[in-house]
C-alpha cells in the first residue's frame, strides 16, 4: 500500500473513533438529566404517594387537631364518628372525589364529624410547596362543602396516609379505626361504611 494511501485512511479512522467517542458521551449526557428529572419529579397519582402509616381496622386511631375552615378539628373531642380524608390538592383522584364526599356530607354531617386534611408538600400547581393557599383555591375551585384543613407539619398525613390520595379512615366513637381505604371510592361503598358507624 502506498503511502499516500496509509495517510488518507488513519485520518479517516480517527474522524471516526472521535465520533464515536463525542457520541457516547452525549448519550450518556441525555441519560444522567433524564435520571435526574425523574428522580426529582412530583407524585402525579396515587400509586406514587409516599406511605406513611400503617393501620388496620381497630387500631387505637391517632389523635389529631388541625384548623379547618369551619374551624378547630380536636378528634379527641368530636363527639360522634369522624370520617376523614388525607388529600393532596394536586390529586386528580381528589379532586373528583369532593362531589361525592360533598353528598356524602350534606346527607350525614350531623351524626358524622367530617374532615379533610392536606397530605401533600407539593402544592396544587405541581412544583411548589404547598401552603394555606392552595387548600383555599383547592376548596373554592372545587366547590368544597366538608371542612377541610392546610397541614404544614404533615402530622395528620404521617399518622393516617396509606400510600395513596386520597386516603379515608373511619374513625368509630370508641376511638378506633372502623374504615380505612385508599384512592377515589364509590359513593355507595363509603356510604355503607358510614351507616355502620351511626
Same mark, same amino acid.
Given at each position: ?6 495517510? &488518507?485512511?488513519?485520518? !479517516? ?8 467517542? +463525542? ?9 444522567? &438529566? ?9 407524585? #402525579?397519582? !396515587? ?5 406513611? =402509616? ?12 388541625? =384548623? ?8 379527641? #373531642? ?38 379533610? @386534611? ?9 412544583? @411548589? !410547596?404547598?401552603?394555606?393557599? %392552595? ?8 366547590? @368544597?362543602? +366538608?371542612?377541610?384543613? +392546610? %397541614?404544614?407539619? /404533615? %402530622? @395528620? ?18 376511638? #378506633?379505626?372502623? +374504615?380505612?381505604?385508599?384512592?377515589? &371510592? ?10 355502620? /358507624?351511626?
Amino acid at each position: 500500500m502506498s503511502t499516500s494511501r496509509r495517510q &488518507i485512511i488513519a485520518p !479517516a479512522k480517527r474522524d471516526y473513533r472521535k465520533i464515536i467517542i +463525542y457520541s457516547t458521551l452525549a448519550v450518556l449526557v441525555v441519560v444522567v &438529566i433524564v435520571a435526574v428529572a425523574l428522580a426529582s419529579r412530583v407524585p #402525579k397519582s !396515587a400509586s406514587e404517594a409516599p406511605a406513611y =402509616a400503617h393501620l388496620a381496622v381497630g387500631d387505637p386511631a391517632p389523635p389529631f387537631s388541625v =384548623a379547618t375552615t369551619a374551624g378547630p378539628f380536636d378528634s379527641t #373531642k368530636a363527639g360522634k364518628p369522624i370520617f376523614l380524608e388525607v388529600f393532596a390538592t394536586w390529586c386528580p383522584h381528589c379532586q373528583h372525589e369532593t362531589t361525592v364526599l360533598n353528598d356524602l356530607y350534606a346527607k350525614d354531617q350531623g351524626k358524622v364529624a367530617f374532615v379533610a @386534611v392536606s397530605g401533600s408538600g407539593t402544592g396544587m400547581d405541581g412544583s @411548589v !410547596a404547598e401552603s394555606q393557599a %392552595d387548600v383555599i383555591a383547592f376548596q373554592q375551585q372545587f366547590n @368544597v362543602k +366538608y371542612p377541610i384543613a +392546610y %397541614d404544614g407539619d /404533615l %402530622d @395528620v398525613a404521617k399518622k393516617y396516609l396509606q400510600g395513596g390520595f386520597p386516603t379515608i379512615v373511619m374513625i368509630g366513637t370508641d376511638g #378506633k379505626v372502623a +374504615y380505612v381505604d385508599s384512592g377515589e &371510592i364509590a359513593q355507595n361503598t363509603l356510604q355503607q361504611a358510614i351507616d355502620k /358507624l351511626k
